[in-house]
């Protein structure tokens, strides 16, 4: 049986699809184009990129925020800055929300 969420949730080439998967331990993020197929970015906390900037947070919920900062910089080089937010069935709560909220402060409109 097919996964009806994906069905409504799809993202273009104007408006990229975020999804969001988080473990226990770490947060992923990537930016896919659905009608292409194809993943523009995709970032995780544990990125050696990325760790520069999570330095400073403490908790994973700090370091979700500072993840969805830097994910929104990068997705504004890549011409990204409408996105279509996939929160993967998770709760809007806890880390996924504060990644939403750091990729809201960093430029990305959703």
């Not at 990229?16 to 292409?36: F, G, N």
């Not at 993943?39 to 400073?56: E, M, R, Y």
């Not at 809007?92 to 750091?102: D, I, N, P, T």
């Amino acid at each position: 049986m097919p996964n009806k969420r994906k069905k409504r949730v799809f993202g273009t080439s104007e408006k990229p699809r975020l999804v969001v998967y988080r473990s226990l331990k770490y947060i992923h993020a990537q930016l896919i184009d659905d009608t292409k197929g194809s993943v523009i970015l995709g970032l995780t906390d544990k990125s050696k990129t990325v760790v520069a900037a999570l330095k400073d947070a403490k908790t994973k919920t700090e370091k979700s925020k500072a993840l969805g900062k830097v994910f929104a910089e990068q997705a504004k080089k890549k011409g990204a800055s409408k996105i279509i937010f996939d929160r993967n069935g998770y709760i809007y709560h806890g880390r996924v929300k504060a990644f939403a909220e750091g990729a809201r402060e960093g430029g990305l409109d959703f």
